[in-house]
């Protein structure tokens, strides 16, 4: 969860919208995946439970839920869309964890899927969260309503070879050579970036937007998908293991390219800057009407961010 301390008014706001956000998806996710005490696989809705539970930013749905309400359509009703998302993320979590992947042993700030359950059920646990919240986006879909079913479709390819797993692919295939700089965007634009295109995509596509505002918003989300990669890289060699809740230096450990190896931490810094502001310059390219003051908040909390 976000931390509250003295902030400025504005900063304070912000903080308090986001926790209420958070909360709203933390109450909802349990309704939606299950107790899995009804299933043949009541280990690996366990396994899965650990793991979603843990915490975390819930940026993704965060963003669903905030793009949907700038563009004034109610959220509420959205949290099926939203919680799905989470779902999907959760799931790459503890794949991208596992030996044959990453093979990190702490996220959230405790051991992760496969240390606790053995590799076997944290495979099925993933898999689980993924059947999971394709259940959940197809009991939300009204077919009298289009948009539900493109919203769908979005989040769904997202999570595949156009998105994530390609993205995962292209990282595996990326480890021990030194990428270039059009390279490693390429792999983050799917790996990280696509999962937090989709939320704000769909959110677009589920409140009507016209298409030219929902192109504006897909770039917006590109730009801080980028940013978020970018702030990642840059953590992994100035903050601690107990700060960010996960390994650090593993990157440089096994290989693989970052923006912080191809530029260095001070260039990565100055790309980071950039690219929010890229992200900024976005969303004031919307209707002046619109509220998007959660949303550039946002944007300068992906930049200073500890975890």
């Not at 077919?143 to 390819?157: D, H």
């Not at 917006?220 to 107990?242: K, M, N």
Request: proline share 3%; charged share 25%.
């Amino acid at each position: 969860m976000m931390k509250q301390t003295e902030q400025p008014a504005g900063q304070s706001v912000f903080i308090k919208r986001y926790a209420s956000y958070q909360s709203r998806v933390e109450q909802a996710l349990p309704a939606f995946v299950g107790t899995g005490k009804e299933e043949a696989g009541g280990t690996a809705a366990e396994a899965a439970f650990y793991s979603l539970l843990a915490g975390g930013k819930r940026i993704r749905p965060v963003l669903l839920m905030a793009t949907a309400e700038m563009l004034g359509r109610q959220s509420n009703d959205l949290l099926p869309f939203a919680c799905a998302q989470e779902m999907i993320h959760t799931y790459s979590l503890i794949h991208d964890d596992l030996p044959c992947m990453d093979d990190d042993d702490l996220r959230r700030g405790r051991p992760t899927c496969h240390i606790v359950y053995g590799e076997a059920i944290a495979v099925l646990a993933g898999d689980y969260l993924l059947n999971k919240a394709y259940e959940t986006l197809l009991a939300a879909i009204n077919l009298k309503k289009p948009a539900s079913l493109e919203a769908a479709r979005l989040i769904a390819r997202a999570a595949g070879g156009h998105g994530m797993i390609g993205g995962q692919v292209l990282d595996l295939a990326a480890e021990k050579r030194q990428l270039k700089a059009d390279e490693l965007q390429s792999l983050h634009l799917k790996k990280t970036g696509a999962l937090i295109v989709a939320p704000v995509e769909a959110a677009a596509v589920l409140a009507g937007a016209l298409p030219t505002v929902r192109q504006t918003l897909v770039r917006y989300a590109q730009a801080i998908g980028l940013a978020f990669q970018i702030r990642d890289d840059i953590l992994d060699v100035t903050a601690s293991q107990p700060e960010l809740g996960k390994s650090t230096g593993k990157d440089e450990r096994d290989g693989k390219s970052t923006y912080v190896s191809l530029f260095g931490l001070e260039q990565a810094e100055k790309l980071l800057e950039s690219t929010s502001r890229t992200a900024l310059e976005q969303l004031e390219q919307l209707d002046e009407t619109l509220d998007k003051s959660f949303l550039m908040a946002l944007t300068a909390y992906l930049l200073t961010r500890g975890k």
